[in-house]
C-alpha cells in the first residue's frame, strides 16, 4: 500500500495567515492526489482533486499544487471557518489511502 | 437534491453481523462507482471497499476482505455493506462515498456517515 504522510499534525495561526500543508506519498502517484476538509462531526468534502484542481463552489483562497512524490496544500489567507482537519489522498493504485490528517486551529 | 443518507449501524457484540445501507438521491446512481471510508473515533479516514456502476467488480482493504461484502441495488439507488464477524477495531464512523466518474476513487460526495460500535 502507498503510504501518506502528510506534515504537520496540527497548526495553530492566525486570521489572515497563510498556511501550508505538506503531504507525501512512499512511491510516484503522478498529480492522482486530493485534499478534502473535514469540521468536526462532519463527512470530508473535496476541496482540492488532481493536485492543483479547485472543486467547483471552493473559495479560491484554497489551492494545491505538486506531483511525483511531495505535494502541498495552501491557504493564503486563513478565515474563522477553515477551522478543520485537512486529509491528503492518493488514488494512483488500491487501495486509496489518506494522510493522517492536519488539525488547523486558530491562535 | 443531491445527497448521500446512510442508516443501519448501531451497537454490536464481537463476532456479530450488521447492514449498512446509503442511500442516493437526485442523480444518477447508476452511472457512478460506489464506496465505503470509515473512520474510527479520533483517528482518520480508511478507505473500506468500492463497487462498479454494474456491481461486477469490487475490492476490498486487507483488513475485511472475507467478513465485509459490499453489494448494490440500482433500481433502489442503495449501496450497501454487509459486515460479518465484526471486531472491536470495526468500531467507526462508516461514510458511502462517490467516485467521480471515471476516477473511481476520486470522492466527490459523502454522506454524514452512520456509526458501527463494536463491544461486548
Known amino acids: 500500500d502507498i503510504q501518506m504522510t502528510q506534515s504537520p499534525s496540527s497548526l495553530s495561526a492566525s486570521v489572515g495567515d497563510r498556511v501550508t500543508i505538506t503531504c507525501q506519498a512512499s512511491?510516484?502517484?503522478?498529480?492522482?492526489l486530493n485534499w478534502y476538509q473535514q469540521k468536526p462531526g462532519k463527512a470530508p468534502k473535496l476541496l482540492i482533486y488532481?493536485?492543483?484542481n479547485l472543486e467547483t463552489g471552493v473559495p479560491s483562497r484554497f489551492s494545491g499544487s505538486g506531483s511525483g512524490t511531495d505535494f502541498t496544500f495552501t491557504i493564503s489567507s486563513l478565515q474563522p471557518e477553515d477551522i478543520a482537519t485537512y486529509y491528503c489522498?492518493?488514488?494512483?493504485?488500491?487501495?486509496?489511502?489518506f494522510g493522517q490528517g492536519t488539525k488547523v486551529e486558530i491562535k | 437534491e443531491v445527497q448521500l443518507v446512510e442508516s443501519g449501524g448501531g451497537l454490536v457484540q464481537p463476532g456479530g453481523s450488521l447492514r449498512l445501507s446509503c442511500a442516493a438521491s437526485?442523480?444518477?446512481?447508476?452511472?457512478?462507482?460506489m464506496s465505503w471510508v470509515r473512520q474510527a473515533p479520533g483517528k482518520g479516514l480508511e478507505w473500506v471497499a468500492n463497487?462498479?456502476?454494474?456491481?461486477?467488480?469490487?475490492y476490498y482493504v486487507d483488513s475485511v476482505k472475507g467478513r465485509f461484502t459490499i453489494s448494490r441495488d440500482n433500481a433502489k439507488n442503495s449501496l450497501y455493506l454487509q459486515m460479518n464477524s465484526l471486531r472491536a477495531e470495526d468500531t467507526a464512523v462508516y461514510y458511502c462515498?462517490?467516485?467521480?466518474?471515471?476516477?473511481?476513487?476520486?470522492?466527490?460526495?459523502w454522506g454524514r456517515g452512520t456509526l458501527v460500535t463494536v463491544s461486548s
Open positions: 462515498a462517490r467516485g467521480r466518474d471515471p476516477e473511481w476513487c476520486l470522492f466527490d460526495l
Open positions: 437526485g442523480f444518477t446512481f447508476s452511472s457512478y462507482w
Open positions: 463497487i462498479k456502476q454494474d456491481g461486477s467488480e469490487k
Open positions: 512511491q510516484d502517484i503522478s498529480n492522482y
Open positions: 488532481d493536485a492543483s
Open positions: 489522498q492518493q488514488y494512483d493504485n488500491l487501495p486509496p489511502t
